[in-house]
Structure formats: C-alpha cells, structure tokens
Nanobody, 121 residues
Framework: QVQLVESGGGLVQAGGSLRVSCAAS?????MGWFRQAPGKEREFVAA????????LYADSVKGRFTISRDNAKNTMYLQMNSLKPEDTAVYYC?????????????????WGQGMQVTVSS
C-alpha cells in the first residue's frame, strides 16, 4: 500500500502561481495529477514516469504547468503558473504500478484525498 498526501493548495488570483506537493509513504513508480471541478468528471492533468525523465500533460495546462519529482524525498510536485479561473478544482495526486507515465485514470492504483485549488478572477 502507498499513502499519498497532497499539500499546498489554496486560493490564488488569476495569473498567479501555486506549487503543490504530493508526499508518498514510500518509493513509487509513475505518478500523476488529476483534477475534478464541480459537476465535472475527474480529468488528467499531468504525469511523470518513475525516473522523472518523461512527462505528459493535458493540452489545457501544457506550457503553464510543470510536473516534477524528488525520489529521495518520495515527493512529487506540480508548479502551476498563469493560473486561470477554469483551473479551479480539487486536485488529486495518484500513483501507479507502471514504470512509464500514463494519462489513463484506470491505471492508477493509489490516490490522495484531494485538495482544493481556487483561482479567483
């Protein structure tokens, strides 16, 4: 089992930046971020492979968000820049048993509790 704990969420103005973190209870393979806005399905945001060398992004965040990881600390990060009101959602970190990064929600085995990110206009 892997426990995942997100931190760093909160309220930020449009155009601002926020860095969120996900601490894992032990070393993990590939990981990712998803988000869920009110009334919408949970959607893929970004993913990173086990080594940190390969990343994937949703088109909606490409060029604005950066995913990274520090395996020595068992922690994954999401740097979010140029935030927009439509980025408002509950953000979840997740981990898979795969080595390669994946966008598919069904391939993630472990999930954090989620944290609110609100971008005001």
């Amino acid at each position: 089992q892997v426990q995942l704990v997100e931190s760093g969420g909160g309220l930020v103005q449009a155009g601002g930046s926020l860095r969120v973190s996900c601490a894992a209870s032990r070393r993990t393979f590939s990981m990712g971020w998803f988000r869920q806005a009110p009334g919408k399905e949970r959607e893929f945001v970004a993913a990173i492979d086990w080594s940190g060398d390969s990343t994937l992004y949703a088109d909606s965040v490409k060029g604005r968000f950066t995913i990274s990881r520090d395996n020595a600390k068992n922690t994954m990060y999401l740097q979010m820049n140029s935030l927009k009101p439509e980025d408002t959602a509950v953000y979840y970190c997740a981990a898979t048993l795969l080595i390669g990064a994946t966008i598919h929600r069904s391939e993630y085995n472990y999930w954090g509790q989620g944290m609110q990110v609100t971008v005001s206009s």
